[in-house]
């Protein structure tokens, strides 16, 4: 079993950053690739992003490409999130997940066996 712990969540004002991190246990995620999701009220969960499992290749969802970045440091059990420009449209609840049958990154939400608790992100103008 694998526990994720999101945190890093907040108040933020449009046009701000924030770094969400996702703190790992019960496994080192160094084999898999991990994930981040995004739901916020009324919507079906988006996926963010996603890292294969030694952080060399990174793929975004359309709506955040440019602006956030995921990264890993796999010696801390930890996934990151580096949130730049936000906008009121990024508002939600943040999730991290983990695919423990691929290494290499993939952006459906299906394919991801753990998944955290998540992260409130609010951004306000």
């Known amino acids: 079993q694998v526990q994720l712990v999101e945190s890093g969540g907040g108040l933020v004002q449009a046009g701000g950053s924030l770094r969400l991190s996702c703190t790992a246990s019960?496994?080192?995620?160094?084999?898999?690739?991990m994930g981040w999701f995004r739901q916020a009220p009324g919507k079906e969960r988006e996926f963010v992003g996603s890292?294969?499992?030694?952080?060399?290749?990174?793929q975004y969802g359309a709506s955040v490409k440019g602006r956030f970045t995921i990264s890993r440091v796999n010696a801390k059990n930890t996934l990151y999130l580096q949130m730049e420009r936000l906008t009121s449209e990024d508002k939600a609840v943040y999730y991290c997940?983990?695919?423990?049958?691929?290494?290499?990154?993939?952006?459906?939400?299906?394919?991801?066996?753990?998944w955290g608790q998540g992260t409130q992100v609010t951004v306000f103008s």
């Open positions: 019960g496994r080192t995620i160094s084999n898999y690739a």
């Open positions: 997940s983990l695919d423990e049958d691929s290494r290499w990154s993939t952006y459906g939400a299906g394919n991801y066996d753990y």
């Open positions: 890292i294969n499992y030694e952080g060399s290749h990174a």
